[in-house]
């Protein structure tokens, strides 16, 4: 009696949850979302979220398949993908855009800004806007900003505590102007390379360290071959939410915005996400035997004085105009100027709720 009951109810559950599950007509619109990071990691979660979202509120309408993990190409094949329409719309970091439209370098100049909310005020106000606006020269049309994190190098070669550490080391970096620069500036050889293979070349010690995220560093399994890492977080580094401009203008206005207001609501999202994921990777790392060097501020000045001619440099890069406004900003930040802002982002994203255990459950 008992077990069929248990059928019973099992059977009714099963109904119930088959007539709770929406019924989509055939989409009519599909696409596909790339980009190169691990599945499973904050970026492919919110992609992921995003896809799931768009299909709900548009009511099957618009169909996104994400494609995680260079499987459609490294960053500069997929931006052209999506130049070309071949790829409706991607996630890929400044350091690839930066060969499409070179303005974009701006953000990856060296402790540019002093925490994450300076990340959030100047990328989602005029600045970032701004420098969004610029795709659509390049048939792509620029979203929102989400977040790759802070950018910390590792070596198999030394420990790295000092800017003169870096001396003849052989650093792994994005195709990007700025980031060899970075390298040069510190005495290092820098050696521009796909991400995708990354892992395999400090494997095969082609390199001696590259420079990521911790939530990259982790989820690529660095740790097997790279053993000293300094958190010194020399800069914050996103990825841009674009849309084949062809695509962008041939959607209905509705779409758009709900595309538009579902990035803004997923963008905070993956950024909750991956800020409380980056220490929690960090103990994994330590766990796996890598030696992390925390730089207290003495040696974070030291950084900072040891990276500054860069900013020379950078307006040959992007441009005198936006690195001047990129400075201002930093100063502006630092007084205090935008208290408001930064308060903002602290209490918006204390009501935010991540799934930060589920993320950890991917990565043993």
């Known amino acids: 009696m008992f077990s069929k009951t248990i059928k019973l109810l099992t059977g009714v559950t099963a109904v119930s949850m088959f007539a709770a599950a929406p019924v989509y007509a055939q989409a009519k619109y599909n696409f596909k979302l790339a980009h190169v990071i691990t599945a499973g990691t904050p970026i492919d979660v919110a992609a992921n979220r995003f896809a799931d979202l768009i299909k709900e509120r548009t009511k099957g309408e618009v169909e996104i398949k ?20 071949t790829i409706e719309m991607s996630f890929t970091t400044t350091g690839a855009i930066g060969g499409f439209a070179p303005e974009f370098q701006v953000l990856d100049l060296p402790f540019l800004f002093q925490n994450y909310e300076a990340a959030y005020t100047y990328l989602d106000g005029a600045q970032g806007s701004n ?10 049309h620029g979203v929102v900003y989400l977040e790759n994190g802070w950018r910390n190098f590792t070596s198999s070669k030394n420990a790295i505590k000092v800017p003169a550490d870096m001396k003849g080391q052989k650093i792994r970096v994005m195709e990007s102007p700025m980031y060899m620069g970075l390298i040069k500036t510190l005495n290092g050889s820098p050696t521009p390379m796909a991400y995708s293979e990354l892992p395999n070349a400090l494997l095969q010690k082609v390199i001696d360290g590259q420079e990521n995220p911790t939530v990259n560093i982790y989820s690529a399994k660095m740790y097997e071959s790279q ?3 300094i958190k010194d977080q020399h800069t914050y580094n996103v990825f841009i ?19 538009e ?12 996400l991956n800020r409380e994921a980056d220490a929690t990777f960090v103990k994994r790392l330590e766990g796996k035997g890598m030696k992390v060097h925390v730089p207290n501020k003495e040696e974070v000045k030291a950084w900072q004085t040891a990276t500054a001619p860069l900013w020379e440099d950078a307006k040959k890069i992007s441009t005198p105009a936006l690195v001047a406004e990129a400075a201002q900003f930093r100063t502006d930040f630092e007084a205090g100027k935008y208290k408001a802002e930064e308060q903002k982002y602290i209490e918006s994203f204390k009501k935010i709720n991540v799934p930060l255990d589920d993320v950890m459950k991917n990565f043993k």
């Not at 494609?67 to 993908?81: H, K, N, T, V």
């Not at 401009?245 to 709900?258: D, S």
């Not at 990035?263 to 993956?270: C, I, P, S, T, W």
Request: glycine share 8%; proline share 5%.
């Open 241 to 259: 939410f674009k849309v084949n401009g062809k695509v962008w203008k041939a959607l209905p206005e509705n779409i758009r915005k709900t595309i």
């Open 261 to 272: 207001t579902t990035a803004v609501e997923v963008r905070d999202f993956q950024r909750k």
């Open 131 to 140: 420098l969004l606006k610029l795709l659509d020269r390049k048939g792509m």
């Open 227 to 229: 053993p000293y890492m």
């Open 66 to 85: 994400v494609f995680p993990a260079s499987q459609l190409g490294a960053e500069r094949a997929i931006i052209e993908g999506v130049q070309l329409g």
